[in-house]
Structure formats: C-alpha cells, structure tokens
C-alpha cells in the first residue's frame, strides 16, 4: 500500500469510492435478497444461506480493494472513513465529500438492488431487502443493547484490522485479503444479530427501499459503527505502539 502525507482530495478519489461501495452495497446485499434463500423453479435448493452472503461481503471488499484501493484508500464505509480520521490517518477535511459519495452509491446500488428483485413475478420488496434490525427487526430477534455492542465491537475490529494490516511491517500486497476476509468472519459472528452493518452506507442504502420500519431503526446502524470506529481510531496506536499519524491511507495493495 503506497501512502504519502495528505494528498489532494480528487473526483477520482471519489468516483473510485462510488465503485466500491456500490460494488460492495449491490453484492453482498444482492447476495442476500437473490440467493440466500434460492429455489430453483423445481424447488431444488441451491441457496448461499449465511456462509454464503458473509462471504460476498468480505469478497465485495476484496476485489474492489484491489481493483481501487491505490485511488481512494478503498474505505467504502463511513465508519471507515471516520475512523481513520479519528486515528489521523485521513484528512478531517475530506471526511464529507468521502461520505456523501458513500452513501449516495450505496442509495443507487439500493435501488438497482430493488429494480432486478422487482423482475421476479410476487417477490413483496416490503422487508425483503436486507435491511438492518434490532429487536422484532433483528433476524434473531436480539435486544437493541445487544445488536447496539455486536455494532460496537465488530467495527472496531474491522478498524483495527485495517489499521493493522495496511501497517508498513504487514506482508506487503496482502492487506485487501485480511480486510475482506476480517469482513467475511464479522458477517458470519453478526448475521444473525442485526443483519450485520459495520457500514453506515450499507445500511442506509437498502433502507428506504426496504421500509418495514427500517428507517426508523437507521440511527442505530450510524451510531454504532461510527463508536465503534472512532474508539478503534483513538486506541490503535496506543495499544500497538504503532504512530504514523498525518500518513494518510491511500492505496491497496502496495507496500508502504
């Protein structure tokens, strides 16, 4: 991962954060409405179930991180976003256009989402979309402290894994692997959970699409893993002894 002290902020930058969290919204989103609970027309089952939407998740990530990530940093998150700002490894200044651009391609990808489930004669979008829940919207039916701590403690861990793993002394060109893959293991801990968010992005763009109650329940799915990054982004460095504070993360998979 090359990085360098806070270069410009450039519609590049952005437009490779717009491919990424669509990418990342429409696949593991996509995954989950389309085939997770699949049957074929002779009702042979043929569904990803759980396994199978974690791992689209972590590979969404995986491919673009690769495929982007020496443009934008690959966040794709705004608790990404924000927790490497917190940990100064990204510009304050940039953290808005970082995050509209975010959550405006995950509302595209929503909707592209909601258009090709929409070609399937009887599919009912209303809480079919994958939308993020706690309490009688929580796939498991999980209290609101509960899904509030799964939120909590799974962003901070995707944080210091990024942070850990983009580190000049970590196996170089192998960063997008442990990111996509710490990802992956979140999903398969929290599916159950809230649906897992970690992703600000994620969980709005399938929200309003979703309805059922989902957007009245978005704030928790901003709050927690906003905490849950920025405690990631305040303690890394003083848990590992690791400062490279005002170099900022810009690029996967190169080495620093």
């Not at 090709?116 to 609101?144: D, E, Q």
């Not at 801990?189 to 989902?214: D, Q």
Request: aromatic share 10%; with cysteine; charged share 5%.
């Amino acid at each position: 991962m090359t990085t360098s002290t806070r270069p410009p902020l450039t519609t590049h930058k952005l437009a490779a954060e717009f491919l990424g969290t669509f990418w990342l919204v429409l696949g593991g989103c996509g995954s989950a409405v389309l085939a997770a609970t699949f049957a074929s027309p002779t009702r042979t089952q043929v569904n990803i179930g759980f396994l199978g939407v974690a791992l689209a998740f972590g590979l969404t990530v995986l491919t673009m991180a690769y495929a982007v990530g020496h443009i934008s940093g690959a966040h794709f998150n705004p608790a990404v976003t924000v927790g490497l700002a917190v940990a100064r490894r990204f510009p304050w200044r940039d953290v808005p256009a970082y995050v509209i651009t975010q959550v405006f391609a995950g509302l595209v990808a929503g909707g592209v989402l909601t258009i090709i489930a929409n070609g399937k004669p009887g599919f009912v979008r209303t809480g079919h979309l994958a939308a993020n829940g706690y309490g009688v919207h929580s796939p498991g039916g999980y209290s609101l402290l509960a899904c509030a701590l799964i939120e909590v403690v799974m962003t901070a861990f995707f944080l210091y894994v990024i942070l850990g793993a983009t580190d000049t002394r970590a196996p170089i060109g192998f960063a997008p692997l442990a990111i996509g893959l710490s990802l992956t293991l979140i999903h398969l801990i929290s599916i159950p959970v809230t649906n897992t968010s970690v992703n600000p992005a994620r969980s709005t763009g399938v929200a309003f699409f979703n309805a059922n109650g989902a957007v009245g329940q978005l704030w928790l799915f901003w709050v927690a893993p906003l905490v849950g990054a920025a405690i990631a982004g305040a303690t890394y460095a003083v848990l590992t002894g690791v400062h490279r504070e005002e170099v900022e993360v810009t690029g996967l998979p190169h080495p620093a």
